[in-house]
């Protein structure tokens, strides 16, 4: 058991002796007024002031003076000009940072990297928590797009250090919050909670969505002390006189990966936050040990820039209303509708047959409506990973896989799907001493009865008395021929990492690799590194390695999870594939179609915030095959919609070698837009060509590559 180290340094505001305000430098030389964010010095403050919607401006001031509250106030106007309201008075900016040590599991390629880690806990071993100290040396001033950034140095916490930076972006009614910090230190595992804290501030009561559903506020009593919240969404709101300000961190990002989505509470308000002697504020949090076997933490290598981010919304509303003007920016926890598409997520270890097996009476389990209401319509299982008897000869097995088809029969209508499927780790992999071959998902476009015996003599397909037909799969060549038969499809699931550690790479010449039923692999974001603009970069680069060694593969999302329920925090581990569908498969009717679309690339991958409603090379979808005859550039079309303002977008694409990147900077978007990008990218001698986009909140989309003939 870990012991949690607390540095009592309360909101520790330093300054060189003697040190006045007017010395404290602001550095305005790459900040353009044309970005839509006025920001001026205005005697010892730095004001910030930006419209948030048509008729609305925000106003932020940061108090330069050392002893003082970083943040002077966080207000409303009413017009460019018209003096502001102020929500919050006097509150620092506060991060309390966790520190513990990175350590990896034996059984690794030798080559992989320490960083490229699920099996880790590093609240076992000691670790420690700091809170942030910001001397007020420097104060830069830069902008992009449509955004400007104030930052403030030094800021330091242990052996990490950098700055404080403000971001606002013309347009938005968020103040993006981040403590950008580096160490020296190798090895190093952190989390962070963040916080306003101040006292007599303007807060008079906090308001928030209960894991039931239902409103709840509490008056601000400033001498409660520090509580967490489990709450739904990820938000509190601070109601003030004139409005509110609600906390709100990255949704995806913030959640490292988990086995469990259950909810820890993650945000929190009182004093005397993480056991530290500081005044009352609210924020979000982190807890360093959940209670599960593997909770890695997010990396922080040395020499990287974390950014420990948080958003705070203004609105002239009341907390109730400013809780849903938040959620407009996760599409309300939903996957949002898209004409000529189904929403198709993977790899959830539910327990459907046992559970239902142990049951006297039938009921709908919850996660089925968390789904619906989330606006998933299919659910691929990945059952018996540890509950039931996967691998027993047939009399346990049989009646198993009958009760997980009934289940997933019952339990499917006209809008949801819920898929039977299975996590295997046999047959179709390369075992050596100190090397797992590597675990896989299976998807079948129907229910297929298969055991994983067979032994000398007994028939490849057998007869049951009451399930009919049955496979008998003892061997690779047994496990192929059952996929090719059936038109099922496999893939690796979380390759490069946890037990899938060496695959696919180690088998990628192998028979079963190569065939057209093997899709590729899974992708999640996993592991985690605040220091990335995008999630999942394991998976990314595992779709263009892949590509480049000449074969269709794609990699679908997936999620990778146990058993949930509609308290637990889904949506922060959530991803999923849109896939081009006029319609959801029926139960009865099989799932062939949607099988079909999986294995030629018809889909895109996204955490649901930014949708790519079409993706065009030359008038060729994912999946699809572009002839290029000659030609070095042909039209790109990527049609876009997004709720956080967008940051990049990047067309990747290879020629059997190498991987290009050409980045495409969406600084000058605003929130909640609509937009086609239209542009002709370099393809000569490229095999492939894929798409991304990625936003503030580092949440993101990408599609499948459209392959690429006649470049060379």
Request: hydrophobic share 40%; proline share 6%; aromatic share 10%.
């Amino acid at each position: 058991m870990g012991i949690r180290f607390c540095c009592i340094l309360g909101v520790v505001v330093c300054a060189l002796a003697g040190k006045s305000a007017a010395q404290v430098a602001v550095d305005p030389t790459h900040y353009s007024e044309g970005c839509g964010v006025q920001v001026r010095q205005v005697e010892e403050s730095v004001v910030v002031r930006w419209p948030t919607d048509e008729t609305m401006y925000g106003e932020l001031v940061l108090d330069l003076r050392v002893d003082r509250p970083l943040i002077k106030q966080l207000g409303l106007a009413e017009g460019e000009s018209a003096p502001s309201t102020p929500l919050l008075l006097s509150v620092e900016p506060t991060v309390f940072l966790t520190v513990g040590t990175r350590e990896a599991p034996p059984g690794r390629p030798p080559q992989m990297s320490i960083w490229n880690v699920f099996f880790d806990k590093p609240a076992s071993r000691p670790y420690r928590t700091y809170t942030s100290r910001l001397a007020r040396r420097r104060v830069t001033v830069s902008s992009s797009g449509r955004r400007a950034t104030v930052s403030v140095s030094e800021l330091t916490m242990g052996s990490f250090s950098g700055e404080l930076a403000f971001t606002c972006y013309a347009g938005c009614p968020l103040v993006h919050v981040e403590a950008v910090l580096s160490t020296t230190e190798d090895r190093r595992a952190i989390l962070y909670d963040t916080a306003l804290i101040g006292q007599g501030a303007g807060w008079r009561r906090f308001v928030w969505h209960t894991t039931e559903g239902r409103v709840e506020a509490c008056l601000a009593d400033e001498q409660a002390l520090d509580r967490p919240l489990a709450v739904r969404h990820r938000m509190l709101a601070a109601e003030c006189e004139h409005g509110s300000v609600v906390c709100l961190p990255p949704p995806h990002q913030y959640q490292f990966p988990r086995d469990w989505t259950d909810n820890l509470g993650f945000v929190w308000l009182g004093r005397g936050h993480a056991g530290q002697d500081v005044p009352f504020g609210f924020g979000v949090r982190q807890v360093p040990d959940g209670g599960r076997a593997f909770e890695p933490w997010f990396n922080a290598p040395p020499g990287t820039k974390q950014r420990l981010g948080v958003f705070y919304l203004l609105s002239a509303s009341g907390g109730e209303q400013a809780l849903e003007e938040g959620l407009r920016f996760t599409r309300g926890d939903r996957f949002a509708p898209l004409p000529g598409h189904i929403t198709f997520t993977s790899h959830y270890h539910m327990a459907v047959a046992v559970t239902a097996m142990e049951q006297k009476a039938q009921t709908v389990p919850e996660f089925v409506n968390v789904f619906k209401q989330m606006g998933v319509n299919a659910v691929h299982l990945a059952d018996f990973h540890g509950d039931g008897h996967q691998k027993d000869p047939g009399p346990l097995r049989l009646p198993e896989l009958e009760m997980l088809f009934r289940e997933c029969a019952r339990l499917s209508d006209e809008e949801f799907l819920l898929i039977p499927g299975e996590e295997v780790n046999e047959f179709l992999g390369l075992p050596a001493e100190g090397r797992h071959p590597g675990h896989w998902m299976s998807l079948f476009p129907r229910p297929v009865y298969w055991v994983m015996q067979r032994r000398p003599g007994e028939p490849f397909i057998d007869e049951h008395p009451l399930y009919g037909p049955f496979y008998r799969v003892g061997s690779r060549e047994d496990m192929i021929e059952l996929v090719r038969r059936e038109q099922a499809l496999v893939w690796a699931a979380h390759p490069r990492i946890k037990a899938s550690s060496w695959t696919p790479d180690v088998f990628r010449h192998e028979d079963f690799y190569l065939a057209d039923f093997w899709v590729g692999g899974a992708w999640k974001a996993m592991p985690a590194d605040l220091s990335r603009e995008r999630l999942g970069e394991r998976a990314l680069d595992l779709l263009d390695d892949m590509a480049n060694w000449g074969q269709k593969k794609y990699v679908l999302g997936e999620v990778d999870v146990f058993k949930i329920d509609h308290t637990h925090e889904l949506f922060g581990h959530m991803n999923v594939n849109y896939v081009r569908l006029e319609r959801l498969p029926n139960y009865y009717e099989g799932w062939q179609s949607l099988v079909d679309a999986l294995q030629h690339g018809r889909f895109f991958v996204t955490t649901g915030e930014v949708l790519i409603g079409q993706f065009t090379v030359d008038g060729r979808q994912s999946g699809e095959t572009v002839e290029l005859a000659g030609r070095d550039r042909v039209e790109l079309r990527a049609t876009l919609e997004w709720t956080f303002p967008l940051k990049f977008a990047e067309v990747i694409s290879g020629d059997g070698q190498r991987v290009y990147r050409e980045r495409i900077d969406l600084a000058d978007s605003g929130p909640f837009g609509r937009r086609t990008l239209v542009f002709r990218p370099t393809l000569a001698g490229r095999t492939w060509v894929r798409f991304e986009v990625w936003d503030v909140a580092a949440n993101g989309a990408f599609t499948q590559p459209v392959w690429i003939t006649g470049g060379k």
